[in-house]
């Protein structure tokens, strides 16, 4: 059984529910049973089935972690399971105070004081305590993480190496697709494509425009995706009279965002801190060129100068200067793209749930031994 704030169909999905539905999707057809505990969201039933996967919905994004005492152990019962993952994901749950179960926990990455950009300081402190309590309960449990930047960010916390097993997340077939027949737009289009949050930097993107325009004429931009900043990007960019060169164009299917992948010039990822970067990813294997900033986990999804380009976090014109060096030079980009579709092809989420199937038995094959030990 997994444990994760949400599941593939929230509103608010994101890298979080991408790596874990990817995973046990797999491990289902492989013949696993898997069930994801979550919360809930308006409109949504209480329990559903995705590609074979049992999907447990209780309280909403915002309690989830105080009603899960409370749910777990009902949903225990239900059968008997193996293993629980606990995906941490800012608030961590302490799931192991109500199961007796072996547990691997899942670690994208700490907030740290980057969650006092996000948010006000009394959520901000919260959210910051709760990571700070990870290396004092978690201490004696192995990890998951998917970037060397998360390994070291864990070992920082004072997890030991030992205990941490780093998996690069995989990606879809269906991104490999760059030859198709989507061509790129006539106007040099610069797409971000995730979640609308401020510290994802998407800011940054909308400030360097004019300057880009002033040096190489019409760009557009396309802000894809929904979140709590997104009025305030929109009166950025009509205070900078930009409504004519940025496009939002909220939540979209993933067919229309494999075809504005593809379209696009560049894709940029401006966030301040990830555990990965899978869009960067993804954008190389649709054949479009990558800028990202220079920061723990995009850097380990990102080159530089080889299957992508990185820039100084909050520094316009850093980034001014590689936007416009990549849309205004073709062989340039040429190259990071043929380099980025390369890197891509390393990736497959097949053999990522091959590997977490052979870590999962072996935690529980150890569990077992110190038990009978």
Known sequence: MAINWQDIQHTQAGGAEIHITEILTRLVKKGHRATLFCSSFAGAPKEVKYQGLQVIRRGSRLNFN???PFYLPEVL??????????DINKMPFFSPLFHRLPTLVIFLHFFGKTIFRETNPIFGSYVWLGEKLV??????FPFLTISNSSRDDLIDHGIKEEQITV???GISDLYFDATGTDKKTAVPTIVYLGRIK??????QLVLALPRIREKIGPVKLLIVGSGDY????KKLAQGLN???SVQFTGYVSEEEKLKILRQAWVSVYPSLKEGWGLTN???NACGTAVLASNVPGLRDSVTNGQTGLLFRYGDIDDLTEKLTNLLSDQPYRARLIKAGLDWARKFSWDETADRVAELLEKVIRERSYRRLS
């Open 198 to 203: 401020k510290y994802k930097g998407v800011q």
């Open 242 to 244: 930009l409504s004519d």
């Open 281 to 283: 990813i993804e954008a």
């Open 167 to 169: 998996l690069s997340p």
């Open 66 to 68: 105080w009603v899960l």
């Open 230 to 233: 997104l009025p305030d990007l």
């Open 135 to 140: 290396p004092v309960f978690y201490r004696k």
């Open 77 to 86: 019962k239900r059968e008997r399971f193996d293993i629980v993952l606990e």
